[in-house]
């Protein structure tokens, strides 16, 4: 398989982080994947996206649990026809994630998202997918100007990690390339509990990042060559022209922003 031409298989993570999600509470559903965004659950604005998406070949879908997807008509509809594939979660998104890519043939390409990216379309998803080809690295990460989603949404609550060259927000957006590539996922399985926590975060790239990020000298080209030399492999970004690719739904307030955006666009 050629790399460079093949399209990408999309894994969207759907299960709950945590068992009585706020988000899904105050919606009264089950899971936070199921909850209405313009009246259509997050994660089939999410499986939409990626189905018209240009880059997507086919789509597999890690949890929720088997009997929340029984009770869904939409969702039992299309795995039953085979538009989507689902696979069981496992305790966290970082160990779901390895389990899933270690099921995949070792040349696909892969990307990775969340059913909480209430706002991705299409032209976001093939941008990246298409960026993260021309990279040459093993796993690519989205990102998106801090001063670009503010600029759209002045009253949005992001949280961003500022490094010298800029302010970043990340767009829940994982590319995996290589074989190689796919050990990010255990790395990821080390500081996903302090993935709101930029310091932490930048703390496993040693001492000497974390010094430079307090005095604002760490930039991103550095940190990703501290990332490559730290796992051994080539850790890339793509930096997104979409402020929408940085907008989540991780709290109440997120999802009553989002439904107030999604309002404004519908006609």
């Not at 031409?5 to 009264?28: F, K, M, Q, T």
């Not at 160990?95 to 043939?105: A, D, E, F, G, Q």
């Not at 990279?135 to 490094?163: F, N, Q, S, W």
């Not at 829940?172 to 399985?189: H, I, K, Q, S, Y």
Request: with cysteine.
């Amino acid at each position: 398989m050629n790399p460079s031409h093949s399209r990408y298989i999309a894994v969207v993570l759907a299960a709950d982080r945590i068992p009585g999600d706020p988000v899904a509470e105050a919606a009264g559903v089950p899971c936070k994947s199921l909850v209405p965004v313009g009246n259509i659950p997050m994660v089939i604005r999410v499986l939409d996206g990626l189905a018209a998406a240009k880059e997507i070949g086919t789509c597999i879908l890690c949890g929720p649990a088997k009997s929340i997807i029984n009770e869904h008509a939409e969702l039992s509809a299309r795995i039953s026809a085979g538009k989507i594939r689902w696979v069981e979660n496992q305790a966290t998104p970082s160990t779901s994630t390895y389990h899933v890519l270690r099921s995949l043939p070792d040349d696909a390409l892969v990307l990775v998202t969340t059913a909480d990216h209430a706002l991705l379309g299409a032209h976001v998803v093939d941008y990246f997918c298409s960026e993260a080809r021309k990279t040459g690295c093993d796993i690519v990460a989205g990102l998106a100007m801090h001063e670009t989603v503010v600029a759209a949404y002045p009253d949005a609550r992001r949280t961003a990690t500022k490094l010298q060259d800029g302010n970043y927000c990340s767009c829940n957006l994982f590319a995996f390339l290589t074989p190689g590539g796919r050990e990010v996922a255990d790395f990821w399985r080390r500081i996903e509990k302090q993935r709101k926590k930029p310091l932490r975060v930048i703390s496993v790239l040693g001492w000497i990042a974390v010094l430079r990020y307090l005095l604002g000298r760490l930039s991103l080209a550095e940190a990703q060559q501290r990332i490559s030399r730290r796992l051994g492999l080539r850790a890339g970004a793509v930096i997104l022209p979409y402020p929408e690719a940085a907008v989540d739904v991780d709290t109440v307030g997120d999802w009553k922003f989002v439904q107030t955006l999604i309002a404004k666009q519908t006609p």
